[in-house]
């Protein structure tokens, strides 16, 4: 429900909705093991993605201190989660924190090395970088 709402720009409905799911998940984190091992995903990657895609709503309601939160949240349950790693440093360039958007742009294309949006929007910080530098 949280993900139609978010295709939908119902950024509100669509955190409560990623807020009902977080609660409930959260204190299961890996209960799954009656899950078939290659067709549901676990606890703990539905907990990383629910934590992401509500992150992208703040993100989107500019409200980056809960963006840049839950995106830490996202990656502190599923580290190989590049979406996030890729999210949060976007959200750090754009309030000028430089190095660390660097570093998780960085850790989005160690983990998915064509990752062609962590690529450009690495390109656009060491443009904006340097242009902060020589002024």
């Known amino acids: 429900i ?15 909705e990623y807020n009902k799911v977080i609660n409930i998940l ?6 799954n093991s009656s899950a078939e091992p290659d067709s549901t995903p676990s ?3 539905i907990l990383s993605a629910a934590y992401n895609n509500r992150g992208q709503c703040n993100y989107l309601l500019v409200n980056f201190p809960d963006a840049i939160e839950d995106y830490t949240s996202s990656v502190s349950f599923q580290p190989t989660n590049h ?9 750090k360039y754009r309030l000028n924190n430089f190095e660390d958007a660097r570093t998780d742009l960085h850790r989005a294309l160690k983990l998915k090395p064509d990752f ?5 929007c690495l390109q656009s910080l060491e443009y904006a970088a340097s242009e902060k530098a020589s002024s």
């Not at 959260?26 to 209960?31: L, M, P, S």
């Open 2 to 16: 949280g993900n139609s709402l978010l295709k939908q720009r119902k950024f509100a409905e669509a955190i409560s």
């Open 83 to 91: 979406t996030a790693y890729f999210n949060r440093g976007l959200v």
């Open 26 to 31: 959260a204190t299961r984190k890996n209960d």
């Open 116 to 120: 062609t949006e962590a690529k450009e």
């Open 43 to 45: 606890n703990v990657e």
